[in-house]
């Protein structure tokens, strides 16, 4: 495995590193002031995102992600993997790229298995960042770490199908210019246990759609964007807006989440790595009990420890990218398990240690400590809980065993 970065890589690092000095750090508070001061929050859109992402396109760093398709920048994961780290060190840098879930994650849905009706309605628009979607998938009355429990209804009736259900931690769905939803249901409960399970585009503005709460996080509402709890009551929408066909809806799931748990690591490897700037940086300038912070032994340890847990979770990303890449994604879901499970935790242990540093201000707003942890906290159990991944890693590694391929550590 050759983890070194192509000319063309180090050339965009270099491009976005310079973007995100330029424009993204030093507009993050005056984002922040802007929605706060207006009288709707849910309804306002922060015109200092629209003014970066026209930046961000002229520069040339607009959908970076999607590889092996023809409407990304050609890039694979392996090279997607550091341009995401440097994306993740600012909440609001994925979105001004067009690189945030759950667009990303919705846009690979549609070039992977959308109509070329459906790629032109929905994908191009995505792509041209002219609107925002989200993913209802999630239920509060089941437990939906395992997707076959999705209880949701997808009926067809004729020309047309009808979908009941409730959903909740339908991210993106506060945000005004929503304006598709890629909702998951049954359309058969009478079939094998997987085949259930269908995905169908719902637009948001069809009758029966009605957003009913928006869910703080920790007590961060994330408005504009939001994490809203959704009701599908008797919407009806063409038998057309069907993704892939009926059945196909663990299959989607499987195929869309894969890329978007790797994407959520390499963000928080961006996430630690500002954290521990942030650390350095002030543990220099403090002084306490006759000395400056950095020159008491249990800060360094701190940074010690930051760099070594930083450093061992980009290289199982690096792997676990280039695994996708060389032999795909199914092949490569033990590691893809695995960074899942270690990089929300390296980043909650790296941003504890910095908050630690600051003192009150590492609880406050007036550092990005607090809000990033709470993210990473969050990706604790979005995508997958960690037990669900650590339970796969298990039955993957035991089943070498068990089918023989082991034998007291030999081939």
């Given at each position: 495995?050759n ?6 890589v180090?050339?965009l ?6 973007f995100?000095?330029?424009?993204i ?6 984002y922040?002031d ?20 026209e ?10 992600f ?15 993997a ?7 060190r600012?909440?609001?840098a994925?979105?001004i790229?067009?690189c945030a ?6 846009m690979?849905?549609?070039v992977?298995y959308?109509?070329?009706e ?10 041209a960042g002219?609107?925002?979607?989200c ?6 009355e089941v437990?939906s770490s395992d997707?076959?429990n999705i209880?949701?209804?997808i ?8 979908i009941n ?6 991210s993106?769905?506060g945000d ?5 939803s ?9 079939a094998?246990?997987h ?9 948001m503005?069809?009758?029966g759609l009605k957003i ?5 996080v920790?007590?961060?509402?994330h408005?504009?964007h939001?994490?809203?709890?959704i009701?599908y009551t008797?919407?009806r ?5 069907i993704?892939?066909?009926?059945g196909?809806?663990?299959?989607i ?19 630690a790595?500002r954290?521990v700037?942030e650390?350095?940086r002030?543990?220099?300038q403090r002084?306490a ?5 950095s020159?008491?032994g ?5 940074i010690?420890q930051?760099?070594?847990?930083i450093e ?8 676990a990218?280039y695994m ?5 994604n ?6 893809i398990?695995m960074?899942?499970a ?8 790296v941003l ?5 540093a600051?003192g009150?201000a590492g ?8 809000f990033m942890w709470?993210?990473?906290r969050t990706l604790r ?6 037990e ?9 590694e035991l089943?070498k065993y ?5 034998v007291?550590?030999?081939s």
């Open positions: 495995m983890f070194s970065y192509s000319e063309k180090n050339r690092q270099q491009e976005l590193t310079q995100m000095e330029d424009y750090y030093p507009n993050e508070h005056l922040e802007y929605v706060n001061s207006q009288g709707n929050r849910w309804e306002t859109i922060p015109t200092i995102m629209e003014e970066l992402k930046k961000a396109k002229e520069k040339g760093l607009w959908n970076l999607l590889p092996e398709s023809e409407y990304g920048a050609g890039l694979t994961n392996l090279e997607y550091p341009l995401c780290e440097i994306m993740g600012s909440h609001i994925p979105e790229f067009n879930a759950p667009d990303t994650g919705n690979e849905v549609l992977r959308g109509t070329e459906q790629k032109e309605k929905w994908l191009k628009p995505l792509l002219d609107i925002r979607s993913f209802s998938m999630t239920e509060p437990a997707a076959t209880e949701a209804s009926v067809r009736d004729g020309d047309e199908y009808v259900g409730r959903k909740w931690w339908s993106g769905a005004p210019r929503c304006k598709i890629i909702v998951m249901g049954k359309t058969n409960p009478e094998p246990k085949e259930q399970q269908s995905m169908i585009l719902v637009p503005d069809t009758p009913e709460r928006h869910l703080p920790f007590g961060y509402d408005a504009p939001g994490h809203m709890e009701t008797n919407v929408v063409p038998v057309s807006n993704l892939w066909g009926e196909k809806g663990f299959a799931a499987q195929g869309r989440l894969g890329p978007g748990r790797i994407h959520h690591c390499m963000r928080l490897i961006g996430s790595e954290a700037d650390m350095c002030r543990v220099q002084q009990f006759g000395k400056k912070l020159q008491q249990v800060i360094q340890e701190w010690a930051s760099r070594i847990e061992q979770a980009r290289l199982l990303t690096l792997k990218a996708m890449d060389t032999v795909g199914k092949e490569a879901k033990q590691e398990a960074i899942k270690v990089a929300p935790q390296m980043a909650l242990n504890d240690r910095a908050i630690q600051f009150g609880v406050s707003d007036d550092t990005p400590l607090a709470a993210q990473a159990i979005a995508d997958g809980p960690d669900v991944h650590r339970a796969q890693i298990a039955k993957l089943k068990s089918e023989g391929v082991l007291h550590g030999r």
